[in-house]
């Protein structure tokens, strides 16, 4: 069992950047890989970033590349999302999720633990 809590969310003007962070509980953080999703009302969670157990490997999508950073801190049970160069559409909630295994990892349905949820807010 995994438990996951997002923070780090909040409002922002567009350009600027926020730093989500995502704390998990039990000792097998660094089984998992670890994805980053969103989701705006009305629409279907999306994929933003995953980032392999081990940390060697991350993926993107192509909304987001160049601007989002994943890294995780298997120390500490952490993994990060940096966000630059915002824009007033990557306005949702964010979600971290986890996963074993480190194939599959951009559908939300392969993810096994999910957080609550921490809101971006970007305005223009």
């Known amino acids: 069992q995994v438990q996951l809590v997002e923070s780090g969310g909040g409002s922002v003007q567009a350009g600027g950047s926020l730093r989500l962070s995502c704390a998990a509980s039990g000792r097998t953080f660094r089984s998992y890989a670890m994805g980053w999703f969103r989701q705006v009302l009305g629409k279907e969670r999306e994929f933003a970033a995953a980032?392999?157990?081990?940390?060697?490997?991350?993926y993107y999508a192509d909304s987001v590349k160049g601007r989002f950073t994943i890294s995780r801190d298997n120390a500490k049970n952490t993994v990060y999302l940096q966000m630059n160069s915002l824009k007033p559409e990557d306005t949702g909630v964010y979600y971290c999720a986890a996963k074993l295994g480190g194939a599959g990892l951009t559908p939300s349905y392969n993810y096994n633990y999910w957080g609550q949820g921490t809101q971006v807010t970007v305005s223009s």
């Open positions: 980032i392999k157990s081990s940390g060697d490997l991350t």
